[in-house]
């Protein structure tokens, strides 16, 4: 290394990371695993098959799509397809009243939700993704926050299996993850006698009415959780989901990430085709890695509904070079890279990547443990020059 300088720096925001539950934050749809809950608290009584309820829920869907305009092939603006998407909230309504009608999850409570959960996930029903401790720590070591949002439900299901997986980690405690520090917001299904659900909306202390069934319905408790932080801090809010019920927040978030796994589901598909007929520009999330942040760091992000980005899970959001700024190395000067694409060359006096580099992953955290092993991070440092000689740089 060769100097530091006390040049200006910019303070980029904690994060406010927010996430999705069904296919997000699991593998899959945890809807099935729930209703069972329902069917075994009430097995006595005679209770319609989940596949004649889901049938339902799906007749009402296909009669609405066939009669809307304009039809799919026709939407080629945000604004329609937004629109699109709150006319489903009769659809998720009529199907909330018949699950409520059918008695399902009639006297259901905590004790029988919570034994559901951790079986679930001990059983491998309910698969958590790979890295989600990992990327929750990264975000509230740096006095970030962290909240889930599902438009199904329940919150007291998800908050007992992200605890079931910690323990199962041994993370519980450990690296200031606890589950007390993740804010979940979802509909409810602990149940009274009469089986009606607890909607979101209508909650004590809430001023609205029905649940969290659309994406606009998704949006409003986005920010609504902003609202809420309460310590004054100004924080970038990443959004991550998987269907179209995330396009709105995906849109408006500061950074919208997409999950889409190497076999998508129909729900990736379903948001892939809508982002691309919309215009929205989708890159995959290595690149924000080796972009040129400094455009986006001035600015405080981008939440213009332009572009999002995708990634087959959270390692690539772990190693980013968002959650590298925002979370222990925040300072960050108008002449300070952590990465170009390959074509870069090393560029002397201005901390770049080497295109020749065999292993440019391995050689950005290189490149990050040597900054933060000159300390040059600590209050009142930035990097400001680095050696043009990678070597000199490795070593």
Same mark, same amino acid.
């Given at each position: ?9 910019? $303070? ?30 009430? @097995? ?18 296909? @009669? ?24 489903? #909230? ?7 009243? #018949?699950?409520?009608?059918? *008695?399902?999850? #009639? ?32 975000? !509230? ?13 329940? @919150? ?89 019920? %995330? ?13 889409? %796994? ?16 919309? *215009? ?12 040129? !942040? ?6 405080? *992000?981008? $939440? ?16 980013? $070079?968002?959650?590298?700024?925002? *979370? ?61 000689? !990678? ?5």
């Amino acid at each position: 290394m060769s100097s530091l300088s006390s040049r200006p720096t910019m $303070a980029f925001p904690p994060l406010h990371l927010i996430l999705d539950w069904d296919g997000t934050l699991t593998t899959s749809s945890t809807l099935p695993t729930i209703a069972q809950i329902g069917y075994a608290r009430n @097995a006595a009584h005679p209770l319609p098959s989940w596949h004649t309820i889901s049938e339902a829920y799906m007749s009402d869907l296909r @009669a609405h799509t066939s009669t809307y305009s304009p039809p799919a092939s026709e939407r080629n603006t945000i604004a329609q397809e937004l629109e699109w998407l709150e006319s489903l #909230r009769d659809v998720e309504r009529k199907s909330t009243e #018949r699950v409520e009608a059918a *008695g399902i999850f #009639r006297n259901v409570g905590s004790e029988d939700v919570r034994h559901a959960a951790e079986q679930a996930v001990n059983e491998g029903k309910v698969v958590l993704r790979d890295g989600w401790i990992e990327l929750v720590a990264w975000v !509230l070591k740096d006095g970030g926050k962290v909240g889930v949002v599902s438009v199904g439900w329940s @919150a007291e299901f998800i908050r007992w299996c992200l605890k079931t997986g910690l323990e199962a980690s041994k993370e519980e405690g450990k690296g200031g993850v606890k589950v007390e520090d993740i804010d979940v917001r979802a509909n409810e299904v602990l149940g009274w006698e009469d089986g009606k659900l607890r909607r979101y909306f209508e909650e004590e202390g809430r001023r609205g009415k029905g649940g969290i069934w659309t994406a606009k319905d998704k949006r409003k408790v986005v920010d609504e959780m902003a609202v809420e932080e309460g310590d004054g801090k100004k924080r970038v809010v990443v959004y991550v989901g998987d269907s179209v019920t %995330d396009l709105e927040c995906l849109l408006s978030a500061n950074v919208g990430v997409c999950v889409r %796994d190497e076999v998508e589901s129909d729900e990736q598909i379903e948001l892939r085709q809508s982002l691309g007929r919309l *215009g929205v520009g989708c890159s995959h999330f290595e690149f924000m890695t080796r972009a040129n !942040l400094s455009d986006f760091v001035r600015r405080g *992000g981008s $939440a213009d509904g332009s572009s999002v980005w995708w990634d087959c899970g959270f390692s690539s959001l772990c190693r980013s $070079a968002v959650v590298e700024v925002t *979370g222990h190395d925040r300072t960050f000067g108008s002449d300070m890279y952590l990465g170009l694409p390959h074509n870069t060359s090393m560029i002397p006096k201005m901390g770049y990547l080497h295109k020749h580099h065999p292993e440019p992953s391995l050689m950005l955290a290189r490149f990050s443990t040597v900054i933060r092993n000159a300390r040059c991070m600590e209050k009142g440092y930035k990097i400001d020059i680095i050696e043009s000689n !990678l070597e000199q740089i490795s070593t």
